[in-house]
């Protein structure tokens, strides 16, 4: 089993910045990437990035170029820096961690969410 924490959720202004912290901990050996998802409000759940253990990045075409995921493998940590945040990126966002092959990404893992709210 994987437990993963998140940190970092909270309010603020269009146009500012948010940084997500995800702190694994268990059986950590049993999983090759972490990601995050997003579910706001009446829409589907989406993957916004993940990142494996041998280093490869995805992002979902809405928030590349503004949005970060890197990790901290001493801390067993992953992050998602959110810049320049627009009112859709409203919502909860996930931490996940399971299996990657190549582009394919299966979470077997979930934290319980944060909140990140984006708004004047």
């Known amino acids: 089993q994987v437990q993963l924490v998140e940190s970092g959720g909270g309010w603020v202004q269009p146009g500012g910045s948010l940084i997500l912290s995800c702190a694994a901990a268990?059986?950590?050996?049993?999983?090759?990437?972490m990601g995050w998802y997003r579910e706001a409000p009446g829409k589907q759940c989406e993957l916004c990035a993940r990142i494996a253990i041998g280093g490869s990045i995805t992002y979902v075409d809405s928030v590349k170029g503004r949005f970060t995921i890197s990790r901290a493998n001493a801390k067993n940590t992953v992050y998602l820096q959110m810049n320049s945040l627009k009112p859709e990126a409203t919502a909860v966002y996930y931490c996940?961690?399971?299996?990657?092959?190549?582009?394919?990404?299966?979470?077997?893992?979930w934290g319980q969410g944060t909140q990140v709210t984006v708004s004047s």
């Open positions: 996940s961690a399971g299996r990657a092959i190549g582009s394919w990404y299966s979470p077997d893992y």
């Open positions: 268990g059986s950590i050996f049993s999983i090759s990437a």
